[in-house]
């Protein structure tokens, strides 16, 4: 079909911070078809591989169609008016500091807005924090000691300008896959730009890298130390802007030679070549996410990068300057409506008097907390302690994405009133809560949402809601009505919402900070409603950067650097947990997979939790390749896959984070995660936990796939949906004592006609169970590692119990290229057989990265280890 843009709403992804436009159209049955959009000035048209597959997210099947109360359906008038009456009995009996909100960087800014307003204006208490504290609480309060404010200096056109691009604690290739695609582009058009990764793992974004520096985890600090002394020491420093904009310049660069860059472990020879490549290049731009931000030192590690780019004037100028890219969709918007327990709104200041004053009368409202509320993770201690008595839990799935995540499940299910809005039932946090409130999902609602580089972007609804679900402002601003606030809540679309906000900004302005949109405060609905991307600062500014002529937010408009001195990990590692574990996230998957996880096509990359470990501890564990280990510590135990790869260094491992109780249960990453924070930000340390890994002793292995549902009942099962049903990877230390018992019990069917085939010395098992539409489920139980051709099996052809291709067919082995399906063995076999030597052309044989681009690091690694291969031969 030929498709025009003039039919097509206008969005924007909900996944990454890169804020891509998407051209979308409802198929008319149900379905969406989405395209990038050419005229977004994020994306110009491109789309990554989850940005591509939300078309396949869609399906309502899983939604959460009604308000549920205690396990019951309800209407929305009881529902609502339990939440008000218990909210307002709480603060009532015990005060405001009673009750909390837990929100998140994924709601639009107009939802953002109403909770903040609700519960720092009306509720009267700061306890309203966000999974960004889990996020970019690090950045935050690492632009505020620098700048005086949470600004992000650049745009992303200065990624293109670059040259030399330091990515820092950021995997881009897979994170922020379409910017990361832009580098890559002005690189072939620039070949002499440079991009150096700064990661103690291996990743995909170092395929395309000109050095990588796998530095000692946490050890970030000491690095950009290093690097500000050389600065010092080569004359690089720009020493009339720091006379003009810049502060305690003399004691930063006093403990920057103190500090001992040894504690990186990197070689005198690549710490040379980066100071090199640095100092020597006009134009840089420090990329940095996760590596940086999760840390106990995150707020640490943001300063010791500005402090190289403001000693050096490399700031806010094109191509040059610390660039934070947001994780997600709307992180930057959160920032701006003081969605973070310590922060007012419109990056005012909530322990400012004159700023409390000015958005209290603005408000009109009766109460305002004076201190900083809780942030995340004590807030869930408080909850734990029964301090806060009634919660609400907004588009996150804390059961899963907090640290020491059993702690906080159980603080959940004991919390005497918790409410959870999703836009399904099916999380492990929705299935703790007392109530549950059905949203509308991001094709069904209208607002904003800011992206890293501080450009709006409408969000645009066009599929109709399912049920009786509704959008997140509708249901926060119908609490406030009924807790007695009915003029400051009423509100009746997103419009309104956002040109209060606008307003406001108005007033911060005013204060001198930097966000201001109070130009939009007139918008009318219909320009709201056609209202094209624009980045703010809103009055035009040049280029739309910060800094370059100084003009930071301090009392005296000067920048700050900092005295910085490096400080170890949190948790030590010790003999008995020895091991590192760093996590992360795949290319594919988004967080808790809610959404991601319903893509057929994003399934078939990672298929399951798994654990990358280095040969040598592999062999010292006694774990082959595809085996089992158990990766635990005092917080709890995870089994995961053994991915055996020298990606990772000898004693660090790494897994990621996106397995929960519905898709793998024993592969929650965060049960085994410490809740120890940075004293400056108070975001948890999420990538160095210390922990012990043995192999997990499996007496069977088992890979099951079916029609209708599998249900597991076994220590290790990991279930993602194929084009046909589901695919399950089982695993258990008891063996059943009957295995035809055991599948029938696992597809859930006492009926139909099952054939099997059983070796009971040799521990294996076959059955397969045929129903009316032929080949129904399968299941293949070995004493080892089950080897047979699971994509081929996930088609359940009829012939499914050899376990084998047919002769005629090649397994192609996990998929590589989402877009195309073309798996791994298939582009192996191709480089092999067809001598083929660049990504270019693998495209051209397979079609594998002509799309989206999302996987051409990755071919770029198999290109290489298979020169590595032959090289060695
Ligand atoms: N595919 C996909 N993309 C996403 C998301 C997703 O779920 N899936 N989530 C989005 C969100 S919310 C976020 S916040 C971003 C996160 O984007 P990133 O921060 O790029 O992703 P992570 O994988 O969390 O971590 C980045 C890297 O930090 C490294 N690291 C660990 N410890 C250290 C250290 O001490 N120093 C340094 N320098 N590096 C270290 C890890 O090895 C890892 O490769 O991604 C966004 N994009
Ligand atoms: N160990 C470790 N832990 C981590 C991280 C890490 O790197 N390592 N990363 C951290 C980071 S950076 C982040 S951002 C967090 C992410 O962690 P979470 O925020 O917990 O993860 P999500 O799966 O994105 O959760 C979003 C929830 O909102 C629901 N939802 C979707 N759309 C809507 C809607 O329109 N309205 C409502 N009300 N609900 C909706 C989804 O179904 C889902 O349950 O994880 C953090 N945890
Ligand atoms: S890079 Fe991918 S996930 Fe991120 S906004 Fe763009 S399409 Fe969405
Ligand atoms: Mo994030």
């Keep these: 079909m030929d498709r025009t843009k003039a039919d097509a709403v206008r969005s924007t992804c909900p996944y990454c911070g890169v804020g891509c436009g998407v051209l979308l159209r409802a198929t008319g049955d149900g379905g969406l078809d989405v395209q990038g959009d050419p005229d977004h000035p994020a994306n110009f048209g491109r789309l990554c591989s989850k940005g591509l597959a939300l078309g396949e997210t869609v399906g309502v099947e899983d939604r959460l169609l009604d308000p549920m109360v205690h396990g019951g359906v309800a209407d929305w008038d009881d529902a609502l008016q339990l939440v008000a009456d218990r909210f307002s009995r709480t603060i009532a009996d015990h005060g405001p500091g009673s009750v909390a909100l837990y929100v998140s960087g994924q709601m639009l800014t107009e939802d953002y807005y109403v909770a903040n307003k609700l519960a720092k204006g009306f509720m009267g208490t700061a306890n309203i924090d966000t999974n960004s504290r889990l996020c970019m609480a690090s950045t935050v309060?690492?632009?505020?000691?620098?700048?005086?404010?949470?600004?992000?200096?650049?745009?992303?056109?200065?990624?293109?300008?670059?040259?030399?691009?330091?990515?820092?604690?950021?995997?881009?290739?897979?994170?922020?896959?379409?910017?990361?695609?832009?580098?890559?582009?002005?690189?072939?058009?620039r070949p002499e730009m440079?991009?150096?990764?700064?990661?103690?793992?291996?990743?995909?974004?170092?395929?395309?890298?000109?050095?990588h520096l796998a530095l000692e985890p946490g050890s970030d600090v000491a690095l950009f130390n290093h690097l500000l002394a050389q600065i010092d020491r080569q004359g690089a420093m720009d020493r009339a802007f720091l006379a003009a904009?810049?502060?305690?310049?003399?004691?930063?660069?006093?403990?920057?030679?103190?500090?001992?860059?040894?504690?990186?472990?990197?070689?005198?020879?690549?710490?040379?070549?980066?100071?090199?490549?640095?100092?020597?290049?006009?134009?840089?731009?420090?990329v940095f996410s996760q590596g940086v931000n999760q840390s106990t030192s995150g707020a640490d590690k943001v300063n010791a990068i500005l402090n190289c780019h403001l000693a050096t004037g490399r700031i806010g100028k094109p191509g040059c300057g610390p660039f934070s890219v947001t994780g997600q969709p709307n992180a930057m918007g959160g920032r701006e409506v003081g969605g973070l327990a310590n922060m007012l709104a419109c990056h005012l200041d909530l322990e400012n008097p004159d700023h409390r004053q000015a958005v209290r009368q603005f408000w009109d409202a009766p109460q305002m907390p004076e201190t900083a509320g809780l942030k995340a993770v004590d807030m869930f201690r408080a909850v734990g302690r029964g301090e806060i008595k009634a919660l609400w839990i907004i588009h996150t799935n804390p059961a899963v994405s907090m640290p020491d995540s059993t702690a906080i499940a159980a603080a959940i299910s004991g919390c005497d009133f918790t409410v959870v809005s999703d836009i399904t039932g099916q999380t492990d946090t929705a299935r703790l809560a007392d109530v549950l409130l059905p949203a509308t999902a991001w094709a069904e609602k209208d607002g904003t949402v800011t992206n890293s580089d501080r450009t709006i972007s409408r969000q645009r609804g066009l599929l109709p809601a399912p049920g009786r679900a509704r959008p997140d402002w509708a249901i926060l601003a119908e609490v406030g009505r009924r807790m007695g606030w009915t003029t400051a809540f009423d509100y009746d679309n997103p419009a309104q919402i956002f040109r209060e906000h606008a307003a406001l900004s108005g007033i911060a302005g005013g204060f001198g900070r930097d966000f201001d949109?109070?130009?939009?405060?007139?918008?009318?609905?219909?320009?709201?409603?056609?209202?094209?991307?624009?980045?703010?600062?809103?009055?035009?500014?040049?280029?739309?950067?910060f800094f370059a002529e100084g003009g930071f937010f301090t009392a005296n408009g000067k920048a700050r650097m900092l005295p910085l001195q490096p400080r170890g990990l949190a948790a030590p590692a010790t003999v008995d947990l020895p091991y590192r574990l760093n996590t992360g996230r795949t290319r594919d998957q988004w967080?808790?997979?809610?959404?991601?996880?319903?893509?057929?096509?994003?399934?078939?990359?990672?298929?399951?939790?798994?654990?990358?470990?280095?040969?040598?501890?592999?062999?010292?564990?006694?774990?082959?390749?595809?085996?089992?280990?158990?990766?635990?510590?005092?917080?709890?135990?995870?089994?995961?896959?053994?991915?055996?790869?020298?990606?990772?260094?000898?004693?660090?491992?790494?897994?990621?984070?996106?397995?929960?109780?519905?898709?793998?249960?024993?592969?929650?990453?965060?049960?085994?995660?410490?809740?120890?924070?940075?004293?400056?930000?108070?975001?948890?340390?999420?990538?160095?936990?210390?922990?012990?890994?043995?192999?997990?002793?499996?007496?069977?292995?088992?890979?099951?796939?079916?029609?209708?549902?599998?249900?597991?009942?076994?220590?290790?099962?990991?279930?993602?949906?194929?084009?046909?049903?589901?695919?399950?990877?089982?695993?258990?230390?008891?063996?059943?004592?009957?295995?035809?018992?055991?599948?029938?019990?696992?597809?859930?069917?006492?009926?139909?006609?099952?054939?099997?085939?059983?070796?009971?010395?040799g521990g294996?098992?076959?059955?397969?169970?045929?129903?009316?539409?032929?080949?129904?489920?399968?299941?293949?139980?070995?004493?080892?590692?089950?080897?047979?051709?699971?994509?081929?099996?996930?088609?359940?052809?009829?012939?499914?119990?050899?376990?084998?291709?047919?002769?005629?067919?090649?397994?192609?082995?996990?998929?590589?290229?989402?877009?195309?399906?073309?798996?791994?063995?298939?582009?192996?076999?191709?480089?092999?057989?067809?001598?083929?030597?660049?990504?270019?052309?693998?495209?051209?044989?397979?079609?594998?990265?002509?799309?989206?681009?999302?996987?051409?690091?990755e071919l770029a690694g198999l290109l290489a280890s298979s020169q590595n291969r032959e090289a060695a031969e």
């Design 245 to 286: 904009h810049v502060d305690g310049v003399a004691e930063a660069v006093a403990a920057a030679h103190a500090s001992d860059v040894s504690i990186t472990g990197l070689s005198e020879a690549d710490l040379a070549r980066f100071v090199a490549l640095w100092i020597g290049s006009e134009k840089v731009v420090t």
């Design 194 to 211: 440079k991009i150096v990764v700064i990661d103690p793992r291996r990743t995909a974004s170092c395929d395309g890298a000109d050095l």
């Design 517 to 545: 949109i109070s130009g939009m405060a007139d918008i009318s609905d219909a320009d709201y409603a056609t209202c094209k991307p624009f980045r703010w600062p809103y009055a035009a500014r040049k280029g739309g950067r």
């Design 764 to 857: 294996s098992f076959r059955a397969v169970l045929f129903g009316d539409r032929g080949l129904e489920a399968a299941l293949f139980v070995s004493a080892k590692p089950v080897a047979v051709m699971r994509d081929y099996l996930a088609g359940l052809p009829d012939s499914a119990i050899t376990g084998r291709t047919p002769v005629d067919q090649v397994d192609p082995g996990p998929t590589i290229c989402a877009c195309f399906g073309v798996g791994l063995n298939t582009i192996l076999s191709a480089i092999d057989s067809r001598q083929l030597q660049s990504v270019e052309a693998i495209g051209a044989a397979l079609q594998a990265g002509t799309n989206c681009g999302s996987c051409r690091p």
């Design 141 to 189: 309060a690492g632009h505020k000691r620098a700048f005086g404010s949470d600004t992000v200096p650049g745009t992303y056109e200065d990624l293109e300008l670059a040259d030399l691009i330091v990515l820092t604690g950021s995997n881009l290739a897979w994170c922020h896959p379409v910017l990361y695609q832009r580098i890559l582009a002005a690189r072939s058009r």
């Design 591 to 761: 967080h808790t997979m809610t959404r991601s996880g319903k893509s057929v096509r994003l399934a078939a990359h990672l298929a399951e939790p798994f654990l990358e470990i280095h040969p040598g501890d592999a062999q010292r564990i006694g774990v082959d390749p595809a085996g089992l280990v158990r990766v635990h510590n005092q917080h709890g135990s995870a089994i995961l896959r053994a991915l055996i790869t020298d990606r990772v260094r000898p004693g660090q491992c790494f897994a990621p984070i996106h397995w929960t109780k519905q898709t793998a249960p024993s592969g929650v990453i965060d049960c085994l995660v410490p809740g120890a924070v940075d004293p400056v930000s108070g975001q948890p340390e999420s990538k160095a936990a210390a922990v012990m890994i043995d192999r997990f002793p499996a007496r069977w292995y088992g890979f099951a796939v079916s029609r209708s549902g599998i249900d597991p009942d076994c220590d290790y099962w990991a279930r993602t949906p194929t084009a046909k049903g589901w695919r399950c990877e089982l695993a258990g230390l008891e063996t059943p004592d009957n295995w035809e018992d055991a599948a029938r019990r696992l597809f859930g069917q006492t009926q139909g006609s099952m054939q099997t085939l059983e070796d009971k010395q």
